[in-house]
């Protein structure tokens, strides 16, 4: 909602501060659908050529975070934690009941109450294949916690593909106004025997190609840039907060200290409170018992 209302606000102040200003729209309409054929286009296709098939649809598929936001909201911390709970608890009191659950979390009567959690295959393999190492007697809390380090770092790097792939577009799109200005220079030259009137708004629909680049690059691209970095680093969260509690289990802390250390790693305010936590842990233990 808040990328929406900040992109109404953007047009609204831009064209309502020009025409409020005694701009007059027609030559910026007239002008604008071959501008932007040319920028936008020119913009297209310099996407194309610097990002695969694969990155160009991930990052496509990125700009809607501009309007969903992070994809782990409070509930889903809490759930994780109580997830993390059962699991460390029942890999402590019955290892081999465990294998059942990390080998088949699609059918685990454990992974299945936490639908959302399921459905993320990485968080999934990050919790399965740790717990499995485990009972492999992989369990050297330093080396599991800087595999999972490299692990989660690389698939941060990859997310941030569309934000890096974005900001390389708005940081093109100026110069590709320019070039549109200038093809309007041109074209302008060519008529230099027409009255000045008409020069005018030759001129001025030359200037609307970089208006255009300059606007689309530092009101919409940039931004748009930025949002899904934030984003993608706000969700990093979810998959550190996996590591550390992990990582305490391995340090043979009691379980409730795992689940504490978590809780305290996980984002102000995405971070349920102590009561809140226990009372979750709680109706878990029962459904257990």
Same mark, same amino acid.
């Given at each position: 909602?808040?990328?929406?209302?900040?992109?109404?606000?953007?047009? #609204?102040?831009?064209?309502?501060?020009?025409?409020?200003?005694g701009g007059k729209m027609s030559i910026i309409l007239h002008s604008l659908p071959?501008?932007?054929?040319?920028?936008?286009?020119?913009?297209?296709?310099?996407?194309?050529?610097?990002?695969?098939?694969?990155?160009?649809?991930?990052?496509? !598929?990125?700009?809607?975070?501009?309007?969903?936001?992070?994809?782990?909201?409070?509930?889903d911390y809490r759930d994780l934690l109580c997830l993390l709970f059962e699991l460390?608890?029942?890999?402590?009191?019955?290892?081999?009941?465990?294998?059942?659950?990390?080998?088949?979390?699609?059918?685990?009567?454990?992974?299945?109450?936490?639908?959302?959690?399921?459905?993320?295959?990485?968080? /999934?393999?990050?919790?399965?294949?740790?717990?499995?190492?485990?009972?492999?007697?992989?369990?050297?809390?330093? =080396?599991?916690?800087? #595999?999972?380090?490299?692990?989660?770092?690389?698939?941060? =790097?990859?997310?941030?593909?569309?934000?890096?792939?974005?900001?390389?577009?708005?940081?093109?799109?100026?110069?590709?106004?320019?070039?549109?200005?200038?093809?309007?220079?041109?074209?302008?030259?060519?008529?230099?025997? =027409?009255?000045?009137?008409?020069?005018?708004?030759?001129?001025?629909?030359?200037?609307?190609?970089?208006?255009?680049?300059?606007?689309?690059?530092?009101?919409?691209?940039?931004?748009?840039?930025?949002?899904?970095?934030?984003?993608?680093?706000?969700?990093?969260?979810?998959?550190?907060?996996?590591?550390?509690?992990?990582?305490?289990?391995?340090?043979?802390?009691?379980?409730?200290?795992? /689940?504490?250390?978590?809780?305290?790693?996980?984002? !102000?305010?995405?971070?349920?409170?102590?009561?809140?936590?226990?009372?979750?842990?709680?109706?878990v233990k029962s459904i257990a018992v």
């Open positions: 909602m808040l990328g929406i209302i900040g992109i109404v606000v953007i047009f #609204v102040m831009v064209f309502g501060g020009y025409l409020a200003a071959f501008e932007l054929m040319m920028i936008g286009g020119a913009g297209v296709g310099a996407f194309l050529i610097s990002n695969d098939s694969s990155g160009a649809k991930s990052t496509l !598929s990125d700009v809607l975070k501009v309007f969903r936001g992070t994809r782990w909201k409070h509930n460390i608890r029942l890999a402590r009191q019955n290892s081999v009941a465990l294998e059942e659950h990390i080998e088949a979390p699609e059918t685990s009567e454990i992974f299945t109450r936490y639908p959302r959690i399921l459905a993320d295959a990485e968080a /999934i393999g990050l919790i399965c294949d740790t717990l499995r190492s485990a009972s492999m007697n992989y369990d050297d809390p330093h =080396q599991v916690e800087d #595999v999972l380090e490299k692990r989660i770092d690389a698939n941060f =790097q990859h997310a941030m593909h569309g934000s890096h792939a974005l900001q390389a577009l708005a940081d093109g799109l100026p110069a590709l106004g320019i070039v549109a200005a200038v093809l309007g220079v041109i074209k302008t030259m060519a008529s230099i025997d =027409q009255p000045p009137e008409i020069l005018g708004k030759l001129i001025g629909g030359a200037l609307v190609g970089t208006f255009l680049g300059v606007f689309l690059a530092y009101g919409l691209m940039g931004p748009f840039a930025a949002k899904v970095q934030s984003v993608v680093e706000e969700d990093a969260h979810f998959y550190s907060l996996i590591k550390d509690v992990l990582v305490a289990n391995l340090h043979n802390h009691a379980t409730n200290i795992c /689940i504490e250390v978590g809780r305290q790693n996980t984002p !102000s305010h995405s971070r349920p409170s102590f009561g809140e936590l226990e009372e979750a842990l709680k109706e």
